[in-house]
């Protein structure tokens, strides 16, 4: 056992001990504390640390997930599997095309695995009903289109469809459940207004708003961060650590800034080339190994009380691949 | 109906001012704007359809030759209509009313609504601003079997409705099969349907010069164009039940049209069974679009455009959109009538040419005028 309290103190997963989240929060420690110790093992073999280290339970597992696009003979994701812990911020990085996003949306059925398969809660997930699956697991996409004219508030009530039968009217639940989804994501004063006329952040919390009205367990983002300014970016990582710990849902998001996935996420999976490369917590994954391998960049990292700080120095250049 | 969001008052709604709520959405000023200036324009063109002719009535006796009590609450006048029976004896100018000219304008109001439901459909489906009752192979496959029927197959021409409605379904079936490989989308769906579109029009157009009689090249142009000339009430009887099933369809399936916009992704992580949903929505458009190919033939632009000019209006929430449509694709086909019988009388023109000319234009002066017309 080499943990010891300072380093214990300094990962992204024992940052919030606020009282109600005591006994959570010691269930992390004691995985952080697990996963420790197997620290010093796993640097030869980063792509299985999921056994190695008991931590909470998992809600989504990926079992040998191979992903690939219809029409195309070159998976994406090639024979990976991920259990997604309960109640957990787990983050999913890697550089451009590592295939984050075509995990995401394996675990969320979008895309059928060529081979293996995704439990919810030990279910198929392909077995269950899509509108079943879709009041347990809500998809954010990273592009969403929609009409100019549509209010936020129609919007927020489109997550409801799951809930709602082919000649169901709008219930008192739902109206409850679109007025908290709202609040929830900070975007009450948007209301009334039309998508066409928000801005991209404004946008965000719109679609944000309209997925939690979905009222899931898991919630599935794919990179929800991006394009936005900072003051959206903290909203939406705020909203994202809210539900972690009032709502107990699991939030698994594709984060194209490593060092946002170190400050907010409780579990960090790192992808390269289709390949889990690291799972762990923020302190185990952010290591200036990894930022060589696998984004291949120079970079010195500190870590601080916010978690690992990433200065990046220089591209190492990639003639070996 | 169902899928009733509230789309104009704000908070959450509760007790009992729910149920008011849940219909709020139809008394959009907008909505309700577009609703009574249809239904004015219908009301308009009706009179004048039946007031002019080689019968000519005031204003005054036409209004009250259609408003004739002995009319309006007769069972048996209705019973004559509707189902077929024997006309009792009324007063000449109502049986010219009644029996001759309303009628007309009866096809003409299920056509117009027909098209526009079908359009409107059609442009969620295939997320395409450019979508019509027609996009997907439909009025190639009506008008191949129109030809063949006029000029192969002449004996057949009593069935000649029936026989386009159903080329025109057999077709779309042609264009969603060649489209599906484990799934299809809209680009697909859209392609299929122009190439389709283009064989069955080649054979369509190579059928012309088999044609020996003028006759047959007039009467296959008026179908293909679109002509309510002739039309009584056993063209309504035809195309009513139809008309009532697929706008009905479409009012319920309005949800799940708003839903499709979202984007196919978005449609599917919120659950939709969206090849289902998909195949279901273009059913309902392709009955509404044979139900006014049997009666009307292929009357082309009116499907097109409708859509956009109520969308304009109220905004892309469907379930406003249909509502809309149902009164404005009448609007315009009613209008168009009027031209296309009295502009050149005693001549009568198909009225799909009207409708392009009429419609066309007007779509042109919103175009100009506002600069976001044509985005679903």
Known sequence: ???????????????????????????????????????????????????????????????????????????VIGGESLAVELGVVTALVGPNGSGKSTLLKGLADQLAPRDGTVLLEGRDVHELGTKELARRLGLLSQESTSPESITVEELVYHGRYPHRGF??????????????????????????????????????????????????????????????????????????????????????????????????????????????????????????????????????????????????????????? | MSGDEPGVAGSAATGPTADIRRLGWLFDPGLVT???????????????????????????????????????????????????????????????????????????????????????IFQAVTRNELASPFILGVSSGAGLMILLTLVVFGSLTAFLPLIAATGGAVAFLIVYAIAWKGGTNPVRLVLAGVIVGTVLGSLQTALFFFADDVGIVQSAIAWTTGSLTGTDWQQVRLALPWTVVAVGLALVGSRQCNVLLLGEETAKSLGMSIE??????????????????????????????????????????????IVGCVFVGPALMVAADVGARLALNPVQIPVGIVTGLVGGTYFLYLMRKKSNLGEI
């Open chain 1, 167 to 321: 000649f169901d009217h709008v219930t008192e639940s739902d109206h409850r459940a679109v007025h908290r989804a709202i609040e929830l994501a900070g975007c009450g004063h948007l209301r009334e207004r039309e998508l066409g006329s928000l801005s991209g952040g404004q946008k965000q919390l719109a679609w944000i708003a309209m997925v939690l009205a979905q009222d899931t367990d898991v919630l599935l983002l794919d990179e929800p961060t991006t394009f936005l300014d900072l003051h959206h970016q903290l909203q939406v990582m705020e909203i994202v650590e809210t539900l972690r710990d009032e709502s107990d849902i699991t939030v698994v998001v594709v984060l194209h800034d490593i060092e946002q996935a170190a400050r907010h996420a409780d579990r960090i999976v790192a992808l390269d080339d289709g390949e889990i490369h690291g799972y762990g917590t923020p302190t185990e994954i952010v290591t200036e190994e990894l930022l060589a391998t696998v984004f291949e960049i120079e970079a010195a990292v500190d870590v601080v009380d916010q978690g690992p700080r990433i200065t990046p120095l220089c591209p190492i250049s990639s003639s070996d691949s």
């Open chain 1, 1 to 75: 056992m080499t943990a010891n309290e300072s380093t214990n103190e300094s990962s992204g997963a024992t940052r919030k001990n606020d009282a109600g989240q005591a006994s959570r929060t010691a269930d992390t420690r004691q995985a952080v504390r697990e996963s420790e110790s197997s620290h010093a093992g796993r640097e030869s073999d980063t792509s299985r640390v999921t056994r190695s280290c008991p931590r909470s339970e998992p809600i989504l597992v990926g079992e040998d997930l191979t992903l690939a696009y219809p029409g195309s003979d070159e998976p």
């Open chain 2, 34 to 120: 577009v609703v009574l200036a249809s239904t004015l324009v219908v009301v308009l063109g009706g009179l004048v359809q039946v007031s002019f002719g080689a019968y000519s009535m005031t204003p005054s006796e036409a209004w009250r030759a259609v408003l004739n009590p002995d009319v309006v609450f007769n069972t048996q006048a209705w019973n004559a209509f509707l189902l077929g029976g024997e006309v009792p004896d009324m007063h000449e100018r109502s049986l010219i009313a009644w029996n001759v000219r309303l009628p007309r304008v009866f096809v003409a109001v299920i056509v117009g609504m027909n098209l526009a439901v079908s359009g409107a």
């Open chain 2, 276 to 321: 289902k949903v998909r195949f279901a929505l273009s059913g309902v458009a392709v009955l509404a679009a044979a139900a006014s190919i049997a009666v009307a033939g292929i009357v082309s632009f009116v499907g097109l455009i409708v859509p956009h000019i109520v969308r304009n209006v109220v905004g892309s929430d469907y379930k406003q959109l």
